[in-house]
């Protein structure tokens, strides 16, 4: 009788059983993971996974016992071949990957700007804005074209209120009567407002 129960699972893979061969896997898998995880530095975690080197050793495993014969006689020396193998692949990828960070440089967060340029409208998208700029123009007295031109260009109503001479509340009023003239005329079946 064998002295570990993988002792016995590790004569059936030895024999060339697929099937000990995935419950040798599944055993010796999260330990193996466990491994490289202790040692995987953060600034290579986007690089690859404690999963992507077992895997891997795994596959040169398999071909070892099947192509060249390999034999254990005890789970704990697959134990520590296993461990040996995945730290010297995980090792190598270390080894691949460091050259690139090497040249890695991160971005300061001040330059996202120049990285990724704000989204251009698209010509329909204009259109469709310069008309309702007419629209709106249209609706309300030239005496506030000037206060709906510093809305369009983002200014606060306080920034409003300062550059037109008019009181902040003002500001507001005029653009909500503007913008519920606009609803009324753009949705005709729309239900009108009771007069108060």
Not at 86 to 97: C, E, G, L, P, Y
Request: hydrophobic share 40%; with cysteine; proline share 7%.
């Amino acid at each position: 009788m064998s002295a570990h129960p993988l002792d016995a699972l590790l004569e059936r893979l030895c024999s060339g059983d697929a099937e000990a061969a995935e419950e040798v896997f599944r055993t010796y898998e999260p330990y193996l993971r466990m491994v490289v995880r202790r040692q995987l530095p953060a600034r290579l975690r986007a690089k690859f996974d404690s999963v992507d080197v077992v895997q891997s050793v795994w596959a040169d495993v398999l071909r070892g016992f099947r192509e060249s014969g390999w034999r254990f006689n005890s789970a704990s020396q697959l134990r520590a071949f296993l461990t040996k193998v995945t730290r010297n692949r995980f090792i190598d990828r270390v080894r691949q990957h460091q050259r690139v960070l090497d040249h890695e440089q991160p971005r300061e967060s001040d330059d996202l700007a120049e990285i990724a340029p704000a989204r251009q409208p698209r010509p329909s998208e204009e259109v469709r804005a310069d008309d309702l700029w007419q629209e709106m123009l249209a609706l309300c007295p030239p005496a506030h074209h000037e206060l709906l031109r510093l809305k369009r260009e983002g200014k606060s109503l306080a920034e409003i209120a300062d550059q037109t001479g008019l009181h902040p509340s003002s500001v507001r009023r005029i653009l909500y009567d503007l913008a519920r003239q606009f609803t009324a005329r753009t949705a005709p079946d729309a239900p009108e407002e009771p007069e108060r």
